[in-house]
Each structure stands twice: as structure tokens, then as C-alpha cells.
């Protein structure tokens, strides 16, 4: 005869069922994290696919002020979170013709700071699914070495006879399968989201680059309507008569 889950779990020993909770507790902690981050960076996929044509149109129009508006109005894309405070800093110099290189590597490490911290928003948790993948399985191990223990124990002291014996190994064994059903799933979600976060930081690296690159360009056409506002003026002033007032 074969023993139910449910008569196995009667027969258990105090230890292995603390190591079945145990693992449940892991489990847990597993669905908690998963779930969260799926939640997180689901909404944030989502968002990012609506964000991103509409502030490459605002980008082209060089309308910096309705850039801003649309950073702060999809505080949950990625790639909006990347340019948080930077158009606050560009917003006027497009009336004065000044955009210095300083204010441009400001921008720059404005945009990084941001990415730094975007990213460790999003890192947080993994070190849960890596230790729950990586000490599982030992976990279930440790159940599996006490149930043997206990098995041949009473094996010694003629208890129970072949079928106590039979049931303390099939206690033992099914610790480690426990062990196993939690680590797997830690460790496939750890790789999951590892990459998902790896593809987030290529988008958001091409995204802040392509950034950077349109922002030098703006730099070099406010320098050079820049020169040639100041040549006019100055071929205004020579052609002003002597002794015209200034």
C-alpha cells in the first residue's frame, strides 16, 4: 500500500515538517517578488511603447517644454524616468543661443544618475530569487539527511518494521522534491528577469544616447545662429554713421 500526502504528512517528524514550512515560506517569497516585478515592469514595457514616439516628435519639433510634460505625466516608463529634471535645465536656452559644453555634460550625468537608480529600483528582489534557487534544494537536503537518519534509527531499534522504515524514506525524499519544486522556479524567474532588465538598460542606453547626440547637434545650431546674431549686430553698428548715438 501506498501512502496519500496527506497520511505522509501525519507520519512526519516535528523536523521535516518544519523544513516543509520552511520552504513554503520560500515559495512565498518567490510569488511576492515575481509578481511585484512583473506588475512593475509590465507597466512600465506599457508605458514606454506609449512615451516613446510622442517624445521623439517633441524632440524633433525641439518643443522642450511638451518633452518635460510628457517625462512627468509616464513616471512609470523607463525610459520617461531616464530624463527626470533634465528639460529644466534646457528650457531657456534656446532664447539666449547659450547651450555650453558644461551643460551639456550635466545633462549627461543627470541622465546616468538617473538610469543608476532606475536600475537598482528594478535589481531589487533578484537576490531574493537567486538565494531561493541556490539554498533550496540544500534546504530539502537537510530534511532528507534527518528523515534517513531517523529511518534507519528506528530501522536499528527494531521499530516499526519495513513499512515504519519504508514511510521515514518517503518522508526523507519528499523534503528534497519540495527543496527542488522551490529552487527551480527561483532560478528560471531569476533568469527571466535578469534579462528582462539587461533588454531595459540596451533601450534605455540607445534611447539616452540618441538623446545626447540630437542635444550636441541643438548645441551646435544655437552656436551658430548665435555667431551670426552677433555678426549682424556688429554689421549693423558699421553701418551706423559717425557719430550716431549708440
Given amino acids: 500500500m501506498g501512502l496519500s500526502l496527506v497520511e ?15 520552504l513554503f515560506f520560500m515559495s512565498l517569497m518567490v510569488a511576492t517578488v515575481t509578481i511585484r516585478k512583473l506588475v512593475i515592469m ?47 535645465n534646457l528650457r531657456f536656452h534656446g532664447k539666449d543661443f547659450e547651450l555650453t559644453a ?43 539527511t534527518m528523515g534517513v537518519v531517523n529511518a534507519f534509527t ?36 531569476y533568469n527571466y528577469f535578469v534579462n528582462r532588465i539587461e533588454y531595459v538598460t540596451m533601450e534605455i542606453t540607445y534611447g539616452t544616447k540618441e538623446f545626447m547626440d540630437f542635444l550636441l547637434r541643438y548645441e551646435h545650431r544655437l552656436r551658430l545662429e548665435g555667431q551670426k546674431a552677433a555678426g549682424g549686430a556688429r554689421s549693423g553698428r558699421a553701418g551706423e554713421p559717425l557719430g550716431a548715438p549708440h
Fill in 8 to 22: 505522509l504528512w501525519g507520519t512526519m517528524g516535528w523536523f521535516a515538517k518544519g523544513i516543509v514550512y520552511i
Fill in 102 to 144: 558644461a551643460e551639456v555634460a550635466s545633462v549627461q550625468r543627470l541622465i546616468e544618475l538617473n538610469t543608476i537608480e532606475l536600475l537598482a529600483r528594478y535589481r531589487r528582489g533578484l537576490g531574493v530569487l537567486a538565494t531561493v534557487g541556490a539554498t533550496a534544494p540544500f534546504v530539502g537536503l537537510l530534511g532528507t
Fill in 42 to 88: 509590465g507597466a512600465a514595457r506599457r508605458e514606454t511603447i506609449r512615451f516613446s514616439p510622442l517624445f521623439s516628435k517633441a524632440l524633433t519639433d525641439e518643443d522642450f517644454e511638451k518633452a518635460e510634460k510628457l517625462v512627468d505625466s509616464h513616471k512609470k516608463s523607463h525610459l520617461a524616468l531616464a530624463f527626470r529634471r533634465v528639460f529644466a
Fill in 154 to 189: 528506528g530501522m536499528s531499534e527494531g521499530a516499526g518494521g519495513l513499512a515504519g522504515i519504508t514511510a521515514g524514506i518517503a518522508e526523507a525524499l519528499i523534503t528534497t522534491a519540495f527543496g527542488l519544486l522551490v529552487a527551480l522556479p527561483g532560478v528560471w524567474l
